[in-house]
């Protein structure tokens, strides 16, 4: 898989796209699908350099490749999204799927601006009880008293075989994932569980990319901790590419910061590190020495281009921009 990976990626740098599917099922003609090349652009973050674009508390990040355009996460509210997408010219009508990471509101507080140009789009969310996203549990997931009379029973005493419950977005696509899966070839999506003060049973899905070049992956807030999503994603990748997004030190005392930093680096052997939302800039400054030139600066307008050798892209005027 990763060979194919590898030729994809030759085809697009030489301008020819491998095409997918059309809504009908028949394989889409090559030349109607943009080149894209393989890379991350932050739409949703505190911090970044000047630009056209505003800053907000939120993450949510456009990621390219093998021909697949996913958001990743929406940010803190619809009209900044809306707004930044503008900025860098990402066409949010034009995705192939979206996850979302978890249920706090700085990461699906724009989902109206994308369901506003994308209404039937493919959410992948973390299956929860009773979640946002919606849910469902066995009719037979409650204790029963048979000697109540029907109508002091839930059903009548006769419930259905399966309980669905709404979303917060009832005309959405969404699909829940409350396991490793693969959701396109080579692109996966981790879901684990945090066992921390404050985020305790919260679930978040990570998206992890099989390159060439090792894992990538993209994570939101990392309420399970960094250390174990990376631990997750060796199953799909013995190596680690890139650690991209928000890693959940932001109130972290000195010492956890140090201890997941050394882990990362030293344990994990992850080549690169792009930092952002909820990391804490503490931890900024402690992977920046820990990782020098392999510390690759992901404030929101920023493009990283992946690859054996990853880095921003050359800036270009933004629209809207002086």
């Not at 390219?64 to 619809?78: A, C, H, M, Q, V």
């Not at 990461?107 to 469902?136: Q, T, W």
């Not at 000697?147 to 696509?173: K, N």
């Amino acid at each position: 898989m990763r060979v194919l990976y590898g030729v994809a990626r030759g085809l697009a740098a030489v301008g020819i796209v491998l095409g997918g599917s059309s809504p009908t099922g028949t394989p889409a003609l090559a030349t109607t699908v943009k080149p894209s090349t393989p890379q991350i652009t932050v739409l949703y973050d505190a911090f970044g350099k000047p630009s056209a674009m505003e800053k907000d508390w939120g993450y949510a990040a456009l990621v390219e490749y093998g021909g697949k355009r996913i958001l990743f996460d929406t940010g803190n509210s619809p009209d900044i999204l809306a707004r930044n997408a503008k900025a860098k010219g990402a066409d949010l009508s034009k995705l192939d799927f979206v996850v979302m990471s978890h249920r706090h509101g700085d990461h699906m507080g724009g989902m109206a601006c994308l369901l506003s140009v994308n209404p039937k789009v493919r959410i992948y969310a973390p299956r929860e009880g009773f979640g946002v996203y919606g849910s469902d549990l066995p009719g037979s997931f409650y204790r029963r008293d048979e000697s109540l009379p029907p109508e002091r029973r839930y059903y009548d005493g006769t419930p259905p075989d399966v309980m669905r419950f709404g979303s917060a977005w009832p005309g959405a696509h969404f699909e829940l994932i409350d396991k490793l899966t693969e959701i396109a070839p080579g692109i996966h999506v981790v879901a684990l569980v945090s066992d921390k003060p404050g985020s305790l049973e919260l679930r978040e899905l990570s998206l992890v990319i099989d390159t060439p070049d090792g894992a990538v992956i993209v994570v939101g807030c990392s309420h399970p901790g960094i250390d174990k999503i990376v631990e997750a994603a060796l199953q799909i990748n013995p190596r680690v590419h890139v650690v991209a997004g928000g890693l959940h030190l932001v109130v972290s005392k000195d010492e956890e910061i140090e201890r997941i930093v050394t882990a990362l680096r030293d344990t994990y052997k992850v080549a690169y590190v792009a930092p952002g939302h909820c990391t804490g800039e503490p931890a900024f400054t402690a992977l920046k020495k820990a990782f020098g030139d392999r510390y690759l600066y992901a404030g929101v307008g920023t493009t990283i281009l992946l690859g054996a050798t990853p880095g921003p892209m050359a800036a270009a005027p933004q629209a809207g921009g002086s």
